[in-house]
């Protein structure tokens, strides 16, 4: 049972950010090709900046919605809980430090 919530709500986590990272993907255009000589590729990390906002909010959401389960079904998900919020805080301060590095 465990196991069955813990991967549902990895994809949930994992489709939010997909859904996020598919729009904000920069495409070249053909004069930035052109004059663009190094082969050498590189990763934007302004791409990540979306996926991992829409991750916080959606942890974080999820961690509210554990608490509230807590409540009725006493301390069965308190460990899920602490869980949760320990990856909302991680993820939102890598979220925070990427948007004051780079903006």
Do not use: C, W
């Amino acid at each position: 049972m465990k196991a069955g919530i813990y991967l549902l709500v990895t994809a949930i986590i994992v489709g939010a950010a997909g859904i996020g990272l598919g729009d904000s993907a920069q495409t070249a255009t053909a004069d930035e090709l052109e004059h663009n000589h190094s082969n050498r590729t590189s990763f934007p990390l302004f791409s990540l900046v979306k996926p991992l906002g829409i991750s916080a909010l959606s942890s974080l959401a999820i961690t509210f919605l554990i608490g509230l389960f807590r409540r009725k079904l006493g301390q069965r998900f308190l460990k899920l809980h602490i869980t949760f919020a320990s990856l909302t805080v991680t993820i939102a301060l890598l979220h925070g430090i990427l948007v004051l590095v780079l903006f």
